[in-house]
């Protein structure tokens, strides 16, 4: 089966425009993309947009392959899955955050086949236990994003002078108090299980201009930097709370691909979705999601209590996402060397 990412890529690289949940489903059924690709280049849709000169069949493979990351969905780039032999840790998820996350649950769903993903909204706070579907014992992690703007008002940054640095610095102490606050209550209502705490993604260039100072708070991108550098502290110094990396993912998919603060006010701080779809047409974008989802599991896999993995080798060894590749010279027995593997704990030799 393929997964509901491989069809969308299908239908936009041949027919320019996404499939219908009827059909996305229907197609997932496909035994492999080779499959997909027979049945979208023969449909009469397809032929009539090669006859009008809209695509070619070299071209839509072309752009089919790029999306799908030659084999590989773009949304596995980062943590690979293809060779993974665990199985996925996460059967019940727990998203809690703004509305820019409301698409998340359906999207990692489907695509991962987990048996529950639920959203909580947080705009303004509240209480995540009354909200949620189920019981918060019942997930087996949760994804925390704290919201931009309940940190980073819109109207922040424009009182501020450009002239006075201070200015600057006094909001910054602010928007780090707001984050610390609303960070620490919402850990607390989701204290007894895993939490990705997700970051935020910095604007692709300062409003402000080119030629102004690059590192300096001023600068509308080099000030979320910083909120992310003290979230990051926040973070260490909880257990069982981990960061997802967010502003790294998107940078790897392609920002200018992905978010919307081209269109959109800085604190806004989301992706481009379907909300838009009069302004920005045609666009496949649910990556980040997934992405996230990806990275989020393969964190899970390496803390102890979820995958404990030993390997003998002597020339060679490497743990990703469920996989363990391993080697040994021809002339070397297992007992001169062997290197014990902790997840997320630097090897021991024990020969």
């Known amino acids: 089966m393929l997964s509901a990412q491989e069809v969308r890529a299908g239908w936009q690289a041949f027919l320019g425009r996404l499939p219908n949940d009827e059909m996305l489903h229907g197609h997932m059924q496909c035994e492999n993309r080779a499959q997909l690709v027979a049945r979208l280049s023969r449909s009469d849709e397809f032929q009539k947009r090669v006859s009008l000169g809209y695509t070619s069949l070299l071209d839509a493979v072309v752009g089919f392959d790029r999306v799908t990351a030659r084999g590989e969905a773009i949304h596995a780039f980062t943590v690979p899955t293809a060779l993974s032999r665990s199985p996925d840790p996460i059967r019940r998820c727990l998203i809690v955050g703004a509305c820019l996350l409301q698409a998340w649950p359906d999207e990692i769903a489907l695509d991962d086949g987990l048996a529950q993903v639920d959203f909580v909204l947080i705009s303004h706070g509240g209480e995540i236990a009354r909200q949620a579907p189920l019981p918060l014992d019942r997930y087996d992690c949760a994804i925390l994003q704290v919201p931009l703007r309940m940190v980073l008002h819109d109207r922040e940054l424009f009182a501020c002078s450009y002239a006075d640095l201070a200015s600057y610095d006094e909001a910054f102490a602010r928007c780090v108090d707001r984050m610390q606050t609303a960070l620490t209550l919402q850990l607390e209502q989701l204290a007894g299980r895993p939490v990705f705490v997700l970051n935020y993604m910095a604007p692709m260039q ?26 990051a502290g926040m973070i260490a110094q909880h257990d069982n ?52 989802k990806n990275s989020l599991s393969a964190r899970l896999e390496e803390t102890p209590r979820n995958n404990p993995c030993r390997s003998v080798f002597a020339d060679a060894g490497w743990q990703s996402a469920g996989t363990v590749w391993h080697s040994r010279g021809p002339m070397m027995s297992p007992d001169h060397v062997a290197l014990t593997l902790a997840p997320s704990a630097p090897a021991r030799l024990n020969a």
């Open 206 to 231: 300062s409003t402000l201009g080119r030629l102004l100072p690059r590192y300096d708070l001023r600068n509308p991108t080099f000030f979320i930097e910083e909120l992310n550098r003290a979230l």
């Open 241 to 292: 709370v981990h960061l997802l990396d967010i502003d790294h993912l998107s940078a790897t998919i392609g920002r200018r691909l992905i978010q919307d603060d081209p269109f959109a006010i800085t604190t806004h701080g989301s992706l481009v979705g379907d909300y838009d779809f009069g302004v920005d047409r045609n666009r496949l974008e649910p990556s980040v999601p997934h992405a996230g």
